[in-house]
């Protein structure tokens, strides 16, 4: 037990950075500064910056004109990209280009960047956006030596709201309230699930006192210009729904879920007690029934001897009298063993209600009223579940009261899953945590303390994978970025 809080309050101490996962820092992972500079006998004679973000690990869309002087002269200008974490920027090259729509897709000549993904679905007017980027008064403010320009850094954010969609040039732009400057071109417009709804261009003019407005190329302008290229991408339809907001209404849904459950067993209950009364019923009236005709009989039989008695034969009625007190008593028996009503109890209709804990080979369909999802895909999950925790065969889940999980920490995204099942429920529920590079470093370090990488049935091995896994759960934000919710069903 001391080993197990230990643990537990040696994580909650090395993550106590961790306040919330904000949906629009995770966005940021996948912003980049786009600089362009200009290079004369190895001396830098010219430097300019714009902004980005990745649409694949190696991809990064950007405005036209940020990178137009190395696309007209590339032998003279070289384009990198510095990401907004990590210790190093990289060298990038032009792809493609659209000036009509001011957009630019660039290759990252080596390292990678955590892809953002489009938001396809409809904008609400007067919603809420957030620009991000690199805005240059900002860096003019900041920036030490021109090494700051090259150096990893967050990018800066401005909250706005979308006003409407407008037709310049014969392209559809999003017309918003978020500050951009100069520097921010080309950097993604998002929702407050950090999904990009558009790419910031250019704002008005600011005269006389009027309040600038931005303008930002919109998402069908950018879909066509990716399927153009031949670029893919990751889009997601689904509504902008706080977590706090899920999770009431999971909440509610479990409270009615609970009363209906409650009146179902109360119905059974009921539908129970009134079978056993009628059963009852009919086994009193059957031994009633019994207890008459045996009575009948045994009357009969005593008649009988009487009347064999005065005809002195004595033999056939001692046969007679005893056969006919043996009815007599056996009616009396049968009336007196009649169920009595004041004894009567229900079944246990409870474990009849309860339904069977499912097991074996069920997929787990997708229930996206339920879930909140903001980058992933989330297609159905087959699962193959034995009593004893291990799923698939090779994945060992650990048991807290009537759940199962196991906290997933992979090498290759930077996304920390929770995965839990339900098998009585039938539940599948799996809540990720989109965390920057230092915190999953972090996390991977937490992980690497779990020694039970297969099935097992080890009481102490298991154990110590609950331990483990708290220690890792205690240092993750408190609440999770997306919430995927399946039920399972036998195949």
């Not at 994580?11 to 966005?27: E, K, N, Q, T």
């Not at 059963?279 to 009236?285: G, Q, Y």
């Not at 034995?386 to 698939?392: E, I, K, Q, R, Y």
């Amino acid at each position: 037990m001391f080993v197990r809080l230990a643990l537990i309050l040696l994580a909650i101490l090395g993550f106590a950075r961790f306040a919330h996962a904000d949906d629009v820092s995770a966005a940021g992972r996948g912003v980049v500064r786009v600089v362009v500079v200009a290079n004369e006998d190895g001396e830098i004679a010219d430097f300019s910056h714009g902004s980005g973000f990745a649409v694949a690990p190696n991809r990064i869309v950007t405005n036209a004109h940020v990178v137009a002087l190395a696309r007209e002269y590339p032998d003279s200008y070289l384009v990198g990209i510095v990401p907004s974490e990590g210790d190093q920027s990289y060298a990038a090259r032009v792809l493609a280009v659209d000036t009509a729509k001011d957009l630019a897709l660039l290759e990252v000549v080596e390292g990678s960047v955590q892809p953002i993904p489009l938001y396809m679905g409809p904008l609400s007017e007067g919603g809420d956006v957030v620009a991000l980027g690199y805005p240059g008064n900002v860096d003019m403010a900041t920036a030490q030596s021109a090494a700051d320009f090259i150096k990893p850094a967050t990018p800066t954010r401005s909250a706005g709201n979308f006003s409407n969609e407008r037709r310049i040039s014969n392209t559809h732009a999003l017309l918003h309230t978020a500050n951009v400057a100069r520097g921010h071109s080309g950097g993604p417009l998002v929702d407050p699930c950090g999904r990009v709804i558009g790419v910031n261009s250019f704002i008005t003019a600011n005269q006389d006192g009027d309040a600038p407005f931005a303008f930002a190329v919109a998402n069908r302008e950018l879909v066509a210009f990716l399927r153009a290229t031949g670029q893919p991408y990751a889009a997601i339809s689904s509504e902008c729904v706080s977590m706090a907001e899920r999770l009431r209404q999971e909440e509610e849904r479990r409270g009615r879920q609970q009363s209906e459950s409650r009146e179902a067993q109360q119905q059974a209950e009921r539908e129970a007690l009134a079978k056993a009364m009628a059963a009852n019923e009919d086994a009193r009236e059957n031994r009633t029934a019994i207890a008459l005709l045996l009575g009948v009989l045994g009357v009969a039989a005593l008649a009988a001897a009487g009347v064999m008695l005065s005809k002195d034969r004595q033999r056939p009625a001692a046969w007679l009298g005893g056969l006919g007190l043996l009815l007599v008593a056996g009616a009396a028996a049968a009336f007196l063993t009649r169920p009595s009503r004041s004894a009567l109890e229900p079944a246990d209709t409870a474990a009849a209600a309860r339904p069977a804990a499912l097991a074996g080979n069920a997929l787990c369909r997708f229930v996206p009223e339920r879930s909140r999802v903001t980058v992933s895909s989330a297609e159905d999950v087959p699962l193959s579940w034995s009593a004893s925790g291990c799923v698939n065969g090779r994945t060992q889940y650990a048991r807290s009261g009537d759940a199962w999980s196991r906290i997933l920490v992979p090498n290759d995204e930077a996304t920390v899953s929770v995965a839990e099942f339900r098998p009585a429920a039938g539940e599948y529920i799996v809540t990720r945590y989109l965390l920057r590079a230092a915190d999953m470093k972090a996390a991977r370090d937490l992980r690497s303390q779990v020694e039970l990488k297969a099935c097992s049935a080890d009481e102490e091995s298991l154990a110590l994978l609950a331990d483990r896994q708290d220690s890792i759960r205690a240092s993750l934000p408190r609440v999770p970025n997306e919430r995927l919710v399946y039920e399972c069903g036998r195949k």
